[in-house]
């Protein structure tokens, strides 16, 4: 099993950043490196569906990010503190909603922000951006 605990989310005015954090942990060694192959920020906004932010993949350091965030969001991971991060850069209104992270298993293809296969999901941590 996995456990995934966001933070790092608040309030904040438009132009701003923030930094969201993502401590992933499971209950062994070969767990963790087998069912958090690829990581993922996902957000929901009120009454929207979810929709996939960005992926990571910590063997390759190969990264997606969904369109609207090029250029403003960046996901990375450090190993050692086994930590997930978004930082977030010229937030927008439209960027408020609540943040999830997310861990998808080797078993499946692929690492990107349209997959179906993120299996294990955090708790999710509220952004809200106002103009």
């Known amino acids: 099993q996995v456990q995934l605990v966001e933070s790092g989310g608040g309030s904040v005015q438009a132009g701003g950043s923030l930094t969201l954090s993502c401590a992933v942990s499971a209950d062994s060694t070969l767990s963790y490196m087998y069912n958090t192959y690829c990581m993922g920020w996902f957000r929901q906004a009120p009454g929207e569906e979810r929709e996939g932010v960005a992926t990571?993949?910590?063997?390759?350091?190969?990264?997606s990010y969904a369109e609207f965030v090029k250029g403003r969001f960046t996901i990375s991971r450090d190993s050692a503190k086994k930590t997930l991060y978004l930082h977030m850069n010229s937030l927008e209104p439209e960027d408020t909603a609540i943040y999830y992270c997310?861990?998808?298993?080797?078993?499946?293809?692929?690492?990107?922000?349209?997959?179906?296969?993120?299996?294990?999901w955090g708790q999710g941590t509220q952004v809200t951006v106002s103009s």
């Open positions: 990571f993949i910590e063997s390759t350091s190969s990264t």
């Open positions: 997310a861990a998808q298993s080797r078993r499946f293809p692929g690492c990107g922000v349209s997959s179906r296969n993120f299996g294990y």
